[in-house]
């Protein structure tokens, strides 16, 4: 199928993008990549009488180091954080979580912005982004404002965003060198969505620690704080505490989702505090 | 209508479009390029893969109008490229397609892994295959294929160190 016909913006700078949502009151959508919003539109179950194409805004795919801080622009694809380009401050982590998202091909455009705010429960980033304590920035009429990862994260494909608002970047705190994490997926194929996602980041030296589960079994990502004591502490959850962990997250988890998103916190918890 | 303008195979292409056009429906209907193929239109087969800017892309969901100023290389623009010449030859020796659909996307992706990885074993292989799907060959004709002209480049790099 192909998707209706619509009008396409291409700004160059984010004010003017800001401006062209504001004007399209409500119809207009910003496009990044388009690896997940383009086959959405031509199966007609997304819609935009306008496309704001931000793939020619500069400023969006900038990386700056600010000291205990890195500003990731919305724009830097999946293929760039893969490779390390934009500088490794979590111990490897960020590669690893790009590595295994969709095929090569989708990583060379799909940004990591999008991902965020297209806030599919099965994606990877939204899960990566809430263990690394990131806050997102966001532009709108009236200004920037700043979210914690676990307030832009409203629901199943739902975001905190407005509808004149537009994510610009994603700041993460830098990882110290001892800290330890561990990102684990059960997935059915290379490139598949993830059936199960748990990751588990511990930086002891910033007294930092933080397990998140995520799937559309579980309705997105979500922070199991019942289990972020033992982790610090060093020791092994009981299997009853994780599973009433997941249980009280979402009560109805059918024995195969419950195993599977037991087992990989289970190994990923396992593996931090070895 | 929007105006676009690009690198086709090496051409300049200057086209007014419909925003809503995806780059293989443009590449196919527009300038005639049928050797991009189309299977499943979502992301998930590889058969559209082409070369944009020297990275591997699906123009089945890329649009059109995104691809400004960019430079686009199908399977009919690889004629002179010389990894994909010695894709093709091994293609051939392995017996890595048969009808041919999966092809074009198959050597745009082989390319790209034979340029990005030095000593990958065949389950690295597979993982970067896995985004390509083959109705015909069961991929072990495609695996040796890329494994094959791996090798070689392994070989003249190290040749190359041997001799400095
Ligand atoms: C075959 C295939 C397999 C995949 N597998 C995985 C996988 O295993 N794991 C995974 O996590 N993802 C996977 N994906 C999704 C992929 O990661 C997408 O790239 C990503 O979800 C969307 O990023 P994008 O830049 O392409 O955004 P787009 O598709 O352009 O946009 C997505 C949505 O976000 C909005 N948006 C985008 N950027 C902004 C912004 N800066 N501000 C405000 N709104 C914005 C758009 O309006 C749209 O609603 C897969 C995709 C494909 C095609
Ligand atoms: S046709 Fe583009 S990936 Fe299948
Ligand atoms: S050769 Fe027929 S689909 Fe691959």
Redesign the interface.
Known sequence: MKAPAFAYLRPVSIAEAVAALAEGAGGARILAGGQSLVPMLNLRVAFAETLVDIGAIADLRAVSDEGETVLIGAGVTHATLEDGASGDHWCGMLAFVARDIAYRAVRNRGTLGGSLCHADPAADWPVAMMALGATVQLAGPDGERALASEDFSVDVFTTALEEDEMLTGIRLPKLSPSARWSYRKMRKKAGAFGEAIAAVVHDPARGFTRVVAGSSAVGGPCRLEALEGAVASGSLAAEATIRAALAEREPDLDRYEMQIHATCLRRAMKEVSS | M?TLSLTVNGEPVRAEI???L?LA?FLRENLALKGTHLGC???AC?AC?VV?DD????SC???A??C?GVRVTTVEGFDDDPVVTRLRQAFRDEHALQCGYCTPGML??AR?IVL?HDRPDTEQI???L???ICRCTGYRGIVRAIARVIETKSQATAAKAGTT
Not at chain 2, 55 to 58: C, E, I
Request: proline residues 6%; contains cysteine.
């Open positions: 929007t419909d925003p809503r995806s429906d239109e979502h992301g590889g893969t944009v990275m591997p892309m699906r969901i890329t649009l109008a995104s400004e745009a992706t790209d990005r597979r993982a970067e896995a985004g390509c």
